[in-house]
């Protein structure tokens, strides 16, 4: 959902769908909400406004997704009181992220039906959700999903029968059906506009965050004279090359613990959005990782850097703050008194029978790997390893097949090492940078590039970790669930890992 790297294709016109098509999607929709404490049947404080397609001004494709596409786009016509949701001082600007099913998803009726289904779910989701760290929904396409989808109406059959439906508010409500109009041409179907996201976390650790730890070093970093940052298998490769200790050491890193502020408070954020869900809500989000976290830039009510007066536009204004957002709730799921089922290792909990397998299998608890029941603390594992990523840079169990993976991990319970913040490889204290690089390359020998890489990264990034910081990893990636903690809890933690961090990081903003 970035606003970079933009495709400037046109969409393609949506094709014509039978109303047989959507009714997978109206029965995910009701069995949703049947026995739901979250899902009311009406919310008189929603406030999701509908708009139709000649509302809106559609840009370039931002995003991709499993299911669905991501456009940029801005309203026609807007005033300067559209104030968006759960955000009452932001009233500009009006560009939203369009989120829509794929086209390539439309000519295969199951792909189709699908997606559908989690495009309007998690419609149903975002109407009632209002955290600052989980992204926005402002409006949803006005009608019908028979209208969105040019369904025609000669295709309808016991229209005398009650549905449940998604109304324009994003709210599920009962009546009796109707036939559609007999001629449609709507291109995107049914879309959801939400807040802009400037990147993912995917992308920052990838294109900022790894050569940012890599590039404090002259030797390493080359000439003033780059006119872009050097990807880091480009940093990896000049420093292989020069295979010598005091490049891969030099200094300790002045900004690190700069850094590693950033990062972790971006980890508080996810930890108090997935608290929210967990605490209020009960709903597992089942797909923690940093494809799913982005960055949306929620702007000044005024500008004051003088681009908006320059320009007439405030697209490259930097007036700003950053939010962290969580989004994509294709996998959300409510946890149901009635789907809860006992865990033969952990009677004493309350865990419930889910779809098992879901969510990215890096990042997947074994419980859910292994389709046995489960509750939220399956996101408190996927978040320990998510944390491990974002304090480290180093991507987990990165190269692992499916099975090496499911044996070494899942089964036999291995997970990152921690302990290189405090030991090299042998297990023996080390004292400076330049120890711990000795040691990385004189394991070399028989170790691939990948590791390689990571062995740099983490004697890079893992010298100010606090003592606290691995351990809280260990306890949330714990195969005993009843051993991770409340996403509360962690949050508290983080927060007071962070703030250990601050004298620092006010030394290098004053």
């Known amino acids: ?50 708009i139709v397609e000649s509302g809106i001004d559609y840009g370039s494709i931002v995003g991709k997704g499993g299911f669905c596409e991501v456009r ?25 992220a369009m989120k829509y099913l794929s086209p390539t998803k439309t000519t295969s009726s199951k792909v189709f039906q699908r997606g559908v289904a989690d495009l309007a779910m998690e419609a149903c989701f975002l109407s009632l959700l209002c955290h600052d760290n989980i992204i926005g929904l402002h409006y949803v396409s006005e009608g019908s999903l028979e209208e969105n989808y040019n369904c025609v109406s000669h295709h309808i059959q016991d229209q005398g029968n009650d549905e449940i439906y998604l109304d324009g508010n994003g709210n599920l409500q009962l009546r009796r059906r109707s036939p559609p109009p007999s001629s449609c041409n709507h291109l995107f179907g049914y879309f959801l506009l939400l807040d802009p996201l400037h990147e993912t976390l995917a992308n920052r650790i990838e294109k900022t965050y790894i050569p940012q730890s890599l ?11 780059a006119v872009s940052t050097p990807s880091p298998f480009h ?18 890193n002045p900004n690190a613990r700069f850094h590693l502020a950033q990062r972790l408070e971006i980890a508080t954020c996810i930890s108090s959005a997935l608290a929210y869900l967990h605490d209020k809500c ?33 697209d490259g204004c930097s007036c700003f703050d950053e939010v962290t957002k969580l989004f994509d709730f294709g996998l959300a799921k409510e946890l149901k008194p009635k789907h809860r089922k006992s865990h033969p290792a952990y009677p004493d909990l ?4 889910l779809t098992g397998c879901t969510g990215s299998r890096r990042y997947m608890a074994p419980e859910v790997c292994f389709s046995d029941p489960y509750n939220e603390k399956a996101d408190v594992y996927s978040f320990g390893i998510l ?11 990165d190269g692992f097949s499916m099975d090496k993976h499911e044996r070494y991990v899942l089964r036999e319970g291995h997970r990152p090492d921690v302990k290189f913040s405090r030991n090299s490889f042998t297990g023996k204290k080390s004292s400076t940078p330049m120890q711990q690089c000795q040691t990385t ?31 809280l990893m260990e306890e949330c990636w714990d195969c005993n669930m009843r051993c991770r903690p409340a996403m509360k809890v962690v949050t508290s933690r983080l927060q007071r890992l962070t703030d250990a961090l601050i004298p620092e990081k006010i030394s290098r903003s004053s």
């Not at 016509?77 to 009006?94: A, L, V």
């Not at 390359?441 to 170790?447: E, I, K, N, Q």
Request: aromatic fraction near 8%; charged fraction near 25%; hydrophobic fraction near 30%.
């Open 1 to 50: 959902m970035m606003v970079s790297g933009a495709n400037l294709s046109p969409p393609r016109p949506q094709p014509p769908h039978s109303p047989d098509e959507l009714k997978f999607a109206k029965r995910s929709l009701e069995k949703m909400i049947r026995d739901s404490h979250f899902f009311p049947l009406q919310d008189v404080n929603n406030r999701v406004q509908t």
């Open 72 to 96: 940029s786009v801005v309203l026609k016509n807007c005033s300067c009181g559209d104030r968006r949701r759960c955000d009452p001082f932001d009233t500009t600007p009006h560009q939203y």
């Open 215 to 225: 590039l404090h070093d002259p030797l390493i970093s080359g000439t003033s004279n």
């Open 235 to 252: 940093l990896w490769d000049r420093i292989r090359h020069k295979n010598n200790p005091q490049t891969l050491a030099g200094n300790c």
């Open 282 to 314: 009960r709903i597992i989000y089942r797909d923690v990782k940093p494809d799913n976290i982005g960055f949306y830039r929620r702007p000044y009510p005024q500008c004051s850097c003088g681009y908006q007066k320059a320009h007439g536009n405030r």
């Open 350 to 353: 309350d865990t419930y029978k």
């Open 387 to 397: 944390l491990y990523q974002v304090a480290s840079l180093v991507t987990p169990f």
């Open 441 to 471: 390359l004189s394991l070399d020998a028989g170790v691939d590039e990948i590791e390689k890489k990571n062995r740099l990264l983490a004697s890079r990034t893992t010298q100010h970790w606090p003592t606290d910081l691995p351990l």
